[in-house]
């Protein structure tokens, strides 16, 4: 007989999802029928599968090893040793600064050149990073990666930096996207653009999506369903001659909506090889050494919440900038702002 103890990161779901989870190679014919013959109990009592979980409430099976190992697939600790071996092979583990933290979320600070999520299998990207940090620091066991793996809630490109959010717990990682999905989170990016921008502006458009290209297109107008509604806010902080540093409310989000959007209005971000200014990338990295694209999710602002995301009801979590950011604000010749830009960022 094996007992399980359900965990907070695993409350809240139904009994029978929690068991595909957990044997994910059975066939529903096969736990249902063990539910109904009371091989696998809840609680000690006869379950059909459509209970939901509270956290201390024990599953218990009355299967042999053997058939636990043939169902569940890769056990716990060869996903641990899996992951790990991963993130070794790339030669450091990278930890990022974590700028907030309660029971149910996190959100890191993300360097730029890693990715939100992970592309392919072989990739390590901030998910792989959030499960990698739960394990060592002890708040997940290795047998909960069954039934709940902890991941991002939001994405950034990989070449910008700032805020990604995470879910460690079942009901951190649903409420916290399903605030993102809502758009109740206000989001704000810094960047430094091409040209000089006087005065704030809030534009819309329609961004068009090449996936075989992965870039997108703005428009002016709707031709198709394929033509989706963006919206940004700007405004500027500081400004020389040649760039100006930017404060960006992104009010809908969208595939390099922020990038793609300034370059349409005439001001693509310095830095950027997809849809920025190339003789201007070059005297800048020539100058400054720049690798990626100066977009940095710099603030989060929380709504008043209630329920289970109440600690995180109101904050505002902000990200320190990149040292090659800062260093291209601090040495800049700034016409106006430069005050105020080093209020912004401090």
């Not at 997108?216 to 040649?242: G, L, W």
Request: charged content about 30%.
């Amino acid at each position: 007989m094996k007992e399980l103890v359900i965990q907070s990161n695993e409350a809240g779901q139904r009994f029978d999802k929690f068991l595909k989870k957990y044997l994910k190679k059975a066939p529903d014919s096969f736990i249902y029928k063990m539910m109904r013959k009371k091989n696998i109990v809840l609680n000690k009592r006869k379950a059909d599968g459509k209970e939901f979980l509270n956290t201390g409430d024990r599953v218990q099976f009355f299967l042999s090893d053997e058939t636990i190992g043939k169902f569940s697939g890769t056990s716990p600790a060869e996903q641990h040793a899996a992951l790990s071996a991963v993130l070794k092979d790339r030669g450091k583990v990278l930890i990022p600064d974590i700028l907030y933290e309660d029971s149910h979320v996190i959100f890191f600070n993300k360097p730029s050149g890693v990715l939100s999520q992970k592309a392919r299998p072989k990739d390590v990207s901030m998910a792989e990073y959030t499960v990698s940090y739960l394990l060592s620091s002890g708040q997940m066991k290795e047998e909960e990666l069954l039934t709940f793996r902890p991941s991002v809630c939001n994405r950034l490109d990989r070449n910008t930096s700032g805020i990604i959010a995470a879910g460690k717990t079942l009901l951190g990682l649903q409420q916290l996207s399903e605030l993102f999905r809502n758009r109740t989170l206000k989001k704000y990016y810094l960047c430094i653009v091409k040209g000089t921008v006087e005065e704030p502006a809030y534009v819309k458009g329609f961004l068009k999506k090449d996936g075989a290209a992965n870039k997108v297109q703005i428009f002016k107008e709707k031709r198709d369903e394929s033509f989706v509604p963006i919206e940004t806010e700007y405004t500027p902080v500081a400004r020389s001659r040649e760039i100006t540093l930017l404060k960006v409310h992104l009010i809908t989000g969208r595939t390099h909506q922020i990038r793609a959007h300034l370059a349409a209005q005439g001001h693509p971000v310095l830095g950027d090889h997809k849809y920025g200014d190339r003789k201007l990338n070059e005297v800048y990295k020539s100058r400054y050494q720049i690798a990626d694209q100066l977009l940095h999710a710099y603030e989060l602002r929380v709504p008043e919440l209630e329920g289970g995301l109440f600690e995180i009801s109101g904050k505002v979590i902000t990200a320190g900038v990149p040292a090659v950011f800062w260093k291209v604000v601090k040495e800049t010749a700034w016409e106006r702002g430069i005050q105020e830009a080093l209020e912004v960022l401090h």
